[in-house]
């Protein structure tokens, strides 16, 4: 199995082994350190989509699961009406707090699958690494009705931040000791891979048409209690015993501390799929 079939079966799994009520509630505890932690998205990508999209202060925009409003600022900026759907409450009072400067953005708390559907409102819908909680079979129906005629698709996307191989050789013995199943590196070309076949399943809706994919490396530096809260937000450590879990993320400092002092350097790729609604036959 391919690294794209696992992360999606990955994803399935959790839509299938917990509710709806559960997965709103999925970021809630980390709602901060996500806030805090998680990567921006390139701003050189987010121009590109804004281009390819011809977006405009007078582009209706609906974004689904907009986290903290990491993305929504950046096409806020914009001037455009922005109706952004989150299911976490916490998450969202984040995100009026990160967008009340925009009067135009309006938050809503609640999951894509619950909202009431507006048929052919929207000029664009956005999903900024979040579109992959939400079963393909009710998600691309449901947002190519929200489009209106012509009306463009963007996802965008971040991967992990990741630090080089031969560090992660080194963090390696500690997940190898903890938790191996959490042990995973991955080289740009295989996340490359994986973020051009999240496509996939536009192309596969039938719904879209002149699917487009761009993506661009980009570096942070943490220091280690930072970078150790970013991986407190990522889903397979989330969902990790909370003593184990603790236990790991002690062995993970001390081993980062003792061999890199006290700052981290990751790199990670950011990525979009820009695509458009089909002319109905």
Not at 28 to 56: C, F, G, W
Request: glycine share 4%; proline share 4%.
């Amino acid at each position: 199995m391919n690294n794209f079939k696992q992360i999606q079966n990955i994803y399935k799994n959790y839509r299938d082994d917990y509710s709806l009520e559960q997965r709103k509630n999925w970021y809630s505890k980390v709602a901060d350190a996500y806030n805090r932690t998680r990567p921006r998205y390139s701003q050189e990508l987010i121009n590109r989509t804004v281009e390819l999209a011809n977006l405009s202060k007078n582009t209706s925009i609906l974004e689904i699961g907009c986290g903290p409003g990491t993305a929504t600022v950046e096409f806020a900026k914009l001037g455009c009406p922005m109706v952004c759907l989150e299911p976490s409450e916490e998450s969202c009072n984040l995100a009026r707090h990160n967008c009340e400067s925009f009067p135009n953005v309006e938050i809503i708390n609640t999951t894509f699958e619950e909202w009431e559907l507006h048929a052919d409102t929207f000029d664009t819908v956005l999903a900024a690494t979040s579109f992959h909680w939400v079963s393909p079979e009710v998600g691309y129906p449901k947002l190519e009705k929200a489009l209106k005629d012509n009306g463009s698709l963007i996802l965008l996307w971040n991967k992990e931040p990741q630090p080089s191989y031969e560090v992660y050789q080194i963090l390696d013995e500690v997940y190898q000791k903890q938790v191996p199943s959490l042990s995973r590196y991955e080289t740009r070309a295989t996340t490359e891979k994986i973020l051009r076949e999240l496509g996939q399943n536009v192309a596969k809706s039938g719904l879209f048409k002149d699917l487009v994919f761009e993506c661009k490396e980009c570096d942070r530096v943490y220091n280690i209690d930072d970078y150790l809260t970013l991986l407190s937000t990522l889903s397979p450590y989330i969902v990790l015993d909370t003593q184990k879990r603790d236990a790991l993320f002690n062995d993970l400092g001390n081993t980062l501390r003792k061999n890199l002092g006290d700052t981290i350097e990751t790199s990670y790729l950011c990525a979009f799929h820009v695509a458009w609604k089909k002319e109905k036959s």
